[in-house]
């Protein structure tokens, strides 16, 4: 059975930090490509950040130089974390594992709010 396990989500004031974990069981964890989604209310789900198996990155703009998403293969963890956070980042932010077949963790909710 495959498992995605999001942690670290909360509530921080605006400029704070939070890193995010998705622990992954059931699937061999060092080949699949990994990525943080997150969706905001009334809003659609948004990529913003992916790690592939070859530990290439890419991110969305609005998150360029603040987040970062990094993998421990030895641990089945991939984080994201998220620096100077701004109100816009509040969402549940969701876990994705894709390489044939794609698995979703069951989101984390992060409120940047004072």
């Known amino acids: 059975q495959v498992q995605l396990v999001e942690s670290g989500g909360g509530l921080v004031q605006p400029g704070g930090s939070l890193r995010l974990s998705c622990a992954a069981s059931?699937?061999?964890?060092?080949?699949?490509?990994m990525g943080w989604y997150r969706q905001a209310p009334g809003k659609q789900r948004e990529l913003v950040a992916r790690i592939t198996r070859g530990y290439s990155t890419n991110y969305v703009d609005s998150v360029k130089g603040r987040f970062t998403i990094s993998r421990d293969n030895a641990k089945n963890t991939v984080y994201l974390q998220m620096n100077s956070l701004k109100p816009e980042d509040t969402a549940v932010y969701y876990c994705?594992?894709?390489?044939?077949?794609?698995?979703w963790g069951q989101g984390t909710q992060v409120t940047v709010s004072l």
């Open positions: 059931g699937i061999f964890f060092s080949i699949y490509n």
């Open positions: 994705n594992a894709v390489d044939q077949y794609a698995y």
